[in-house]
């Protein structure tokens, strides 16, 4: 059974920083590149960021650069998220992903909210 969960989201003032964890489990973890993802109350889904196989490369959007720092361990089949310099407007339900080919899965999210 696939299974993406997520963990570290909680309620952060602005300017602190979280770790969202995510621990994969039910197929081979080090195939898939990994994706977290975002959305926001009345806003459509967006990527964060993501991570090739081997945490060789990562991507993100440019607003999100600096500030989002994705990366993964293999060996733990775990894919975490730093995120530092929070902003009220980075407050979301933020979600795993994990894609390989037409294999595409989500975790259930972790809330994370920016507010003084």
């Known amino acids: 059974q696939v299974r993406l969960v997520e963990s570290g989201g909680g309620l952060v003032q602005p300017g602190g920083s979280l770790r969202l964890s995510c621990a994969a489990s039910?197929?081979?973890?080090?195939?898939?590149?990994m994706n977290w993802y975002r959305q926001a109350p009345g806003k459509e889904r967006e990527l964060v960021a993501s991570?090739?196989?081997?945490?060789?490369?990562?991507n993100s959007p440019d607003s999100m650069k600096g500030r989002f720092t994705i990366s993964r361990d293999n060996a733990k089949n775990t894919v975490y998220l730093q995120m530092n310099s929070l902003r009220p407007e980075d407050t979301a339900v933020y979600y795993c992903?994990?894609?390989?080919?037409?294999?595409?899965?989500w975790g259930q999210g972790t809330q994370v909210t920016v507010s003084s």
């Open positions: 992903n994990a894609r390989w080919g037409i294999n595409n899965y």
């Open positions: 039910g197929f081979t973890f080090s195939r898939y590149t």
């Open positions: 991570i090739t196989s081997t945490g060789g490369s990562t």
